[in-house]
């Protein structure tokens, strides 16, 4: 077992570098699938994970000024609602049984990656449907920005608390429609963002028992020397090729475990 998760931290590690996407939409679904952990500790353990991993990630970035901390500001109220919300959603179902959490928690993640392909697959199409959708909902992100960022921020928070997805694949989307950010920055608001997130809602996850510490360790372990690798094969592969492989997983999956 210990070496099958040292295998998928690798695997993660080596996605999570290259395109930022992973912590949460590939290893919660995989440990689901791959290694037979019950939907909630799937959850907690790739909270914990997605934390370890993206604190050191954080520090980079704010150090070379690329976080936005307005928009950062913006997003805070909503997260926090959508963390409440997903908690008391999570324990009012923990009432009735823990099969009916996990059954709901399967459904809920399948769904979120199938949303999370859809907001991906827009981006394949930059001179098509992506560029159009963009320019005609501009006008009317601009003139609501702050209750969108409001809304962004409760809609992540709730998915990455209930599905520990959408703090990365989901926000960075999201952020570049509302602010049109450049690639720095938006990296660095979102990967700031999915930390403090991350470190909530793992607590909340862990306080019901919900985080295996040793298969994070396991997990960490394989990751780095991958996400070291990673960053020396920047610019050596199609960013294009890579996302294609994490959609196309996102699709399988989210069939695989909404309607499976």
Avoid at 196 to 210: D, F, I, R
Wanted: charged share 10%; net charge positive.
């Amino acid at each position: 077992m210990s070496l099958l998760l040292i295998a998928i931290g690798l695997g993660v590690g080596l996605l999570l570098g290259l395109t930022g996407v992973g912590s949460g939409s590939v290893l919660t679904p995989v440990l689901i699938l791959g290694v037979g952990f019950a939907p909630a500790k799937a959850v907690g353990t790739s909270l914990a994970f997605a934390f370890a991993t993206k604190i050191v990630a954080s520090a980079s970035f704010y150090r070379r000024g690329l976080v936005d901390f307005p928009i950062l500001r913006k997003l805070l109220p909503g997260a926090g609602a959508g963390l409440l919300t997903g908690f008391f959603l999570l324990e009012g179902l923990g009432l009735r049984s823990p099969q009916t959490v996990n059954v709901f928690l399967q459904r809920a993640i399948g769904v979120a990656l199938l949303c999370v392909f859809a907001l991906m697959a827009v981006q394949f199409f930059p001179g098509s449907a992506g560029q159009a959708f963009t320019k005609r909902r501009l006008r009317f992100t601009q003139k609501h920005e702050v209750a969108l960022t409001l809304a962004v921020g409760f809609v992540v928070s709730l998915g990455v608390t209930l599905t520990s997805i959408g703090a990365g694949a989901a926000l960075v989307p999201m952020l570049y429609l509302l602010y049109r950010l450049d690639p720095g920055r938006l990296v660095g608001t979102s990967i700031l963002f999915g930390t403090l997130l991350s470190a909530a809602a793992g607590l909340l996850h862990a306080s019901g028992g919900n985080v295996d510490a040793l298969a994070v360790a396991m997990l960490v372990l394989g990751s780095l020397p991958a996400i070291w690798l990673a960053s020396h094969l920047h610019g050596r592969l199609p960013r294009l090729a890579s996302e294609g492989i994490i959609a196309a997983a996102m699709l399988i999956l989210g069939v695989r475990l909404a309607f499976l």
